[in-house]
């Protein structure tokens, strides 16, 4: 349930919840290498955040580490 949330924040320009997002994505989308049911749609979301750049530059080299 917090997926959205986190997702959002990755967009916003609250500091703390930036960089909160990747942790949660981390645990909650693909967790010690195992996809989730969420997984999918959480990448396709995220792929279109980096091809719109619409994440700052520290935010998209984290999502792509």
């Known amino acids: 349930m917090?997926?959205?949330r986190h997702l959002a924040a990755l967009l916003?320009?609250?500091q703390g919840a930036i960089m909160q997002a990747p942790g949660h994505l981390d645990v909650a989308?693909?967790?010690q290498g195992?996809?989730?049911p969420a997984t999918a749609p959480v990448v396709r979301e995220l792929a279109g955040y980096l091809d719109e750049m619409a994440v700052g530059p520290g935010v998209r080299?984290?999502?792509l580490e």
Do not use: E, I, M, Q
């Open 61 to 63: 080299d984290c999502l």
């Open 34 to 36: 195992h996809a989730y």
């Open 12 to 14: 916003g320009d609250d």
């Open 2 to 4: 917090d997926t959205p």
């Open 29 to 31: 989308v693909l967790h």
